[in-house]
């Protein structure tokens, strides 16, 4: 028997909320095992927020200031480039800066998806592509989710079918 998604799915999905604020969302993160939430509207799939998008946030880059120095006679400048961050202060004011807005702001919206019938080989195609960082795979059906693969439920499935394999053999011998 050839697996499927459906098989290999977990139907028990924590989501968040595409108006979900992001500190709800950072609080949701820091108390479980996983990276990111499916985000749904009702039960439609709209987005998936990752710790990867939140991280992006708090990067440091918007505070290089970049300062054009140049004195007569000289026709050009020079410009230099000045780092404000502060490092944890900078990551505490970024918090409070960002901690109202909606997670719609943050989340991927051109999200990976398998329908419940797609096969043990399709699930596979989504987490070794090398363009895409893929840890969970939402599985939708007409627009709802309906349940989510995550990577280590695709190695236990083949796990588990090559060992019963394995024992099938055994016990022939």
Do not use: C
Request: charge should be negative; aromatic fraction near 6%.
């Amino acid at each position: 028997m050839a697996l499927t998604a459906r098989d290999l799915m977990t139907t028990d999905v924590e989501t968040v909320a595409p108006d979900d604020e992001i500190s709800e969302v950072l609080t949701k993160l820091s108390r479980r095992d996983f990276t990111g939430f499916p985000v749904v509207e009702g039960t439609d799939l709209v987005g998936v927020v990752t710790e990867h998008d939140l991280v992006d946030i708090f990067q440091p880059s918007e505070r290089t200031l970049y300062v054009p120095f140049g004195l007569p006679p000289f026709l050009e400048s020079l410009t230099y480039a000045l780092d404000l961050s502060w490092d944890e202060l900078d990551v505490e004011l970024d918090l409070v800066k960002n901690a109202g807005r909606p997670i719609r702001e943050v989340m991927s919206t051109d999200v990976r998806t398998v329908s419940p019938d797609a096969s043990l080989d399709d699930v596979l195609a989504v987490l070794v592509d090398e363009d895409e960082d893929v840890n969970r795979i939402p599985v939708v059906e007409n627009g709802a989710l309906v349940g989510i693969i995550a990577r280590q439920d695709v190695l236990g499935a083949i796990y588990r079918e090559r060992t019963a394999g394995a024992a099938d053999a055994d016990a022939e011998v």
